[in-house]
Nanobody, 125 residues
């Protein structure tokens, strides 16, 4: 299983970015895709997740209403649309894939088996 994240960059506060995570090696099953972020000096935190079986979405409170996670099954790619970005959103963003996750485990980075490389998001004020 391989995950390739892309789409990071420098944006002004209030603008948008869309991150992509291309996935190879798995195409179905009890799979959850997640996006995590890690700012300098901070722990990696859960941002959003999507359950492949029913497209149920999960978000941390600070991004609800601004970020949207989605999956293109044909392209086997998961996206994170980030709107109304603010400087607190600046971080390296990582996509991850977990198998058999249920309940609160979706938010637990230790439960994800596969990780992509980070893509850096910088937000200028």
């Amino acid at each position: 299983v391989q995950l390739q994240a892309s789409g990071g960059g420098l944006v002004q506060a209030g603008n948008s970015l869309r991150l992509s995570c291309a996935i190879s090696g798995v195409t179905g099953g009890h799979v959850t895709s997640g996006w995590f972020r890690q700012a300098s000096g901070k722990e990696r935190e859960f941002v959003a997740g999507i359950r492949w079986s029913d497209s149920k979405q999960f978000y941390i409170d600070s991004v609800k209403g601004r970020f949207g996670i989605s999956r293109d099954e044909a392209k086997n790619t998961v996206y994170l649309q980030m709107n109304s970005l603010n400087p607190e959103d600046a971080a390296s963003y990582y996509c991850a894939l977990g198998l058999g996750l249920i309940g609160s485990s979706v938010r637990d980075r230790g439960r994800y088996e596969y990780w992509g490389q980070g893509t850096l998001v910088t937000v200028s004020s």
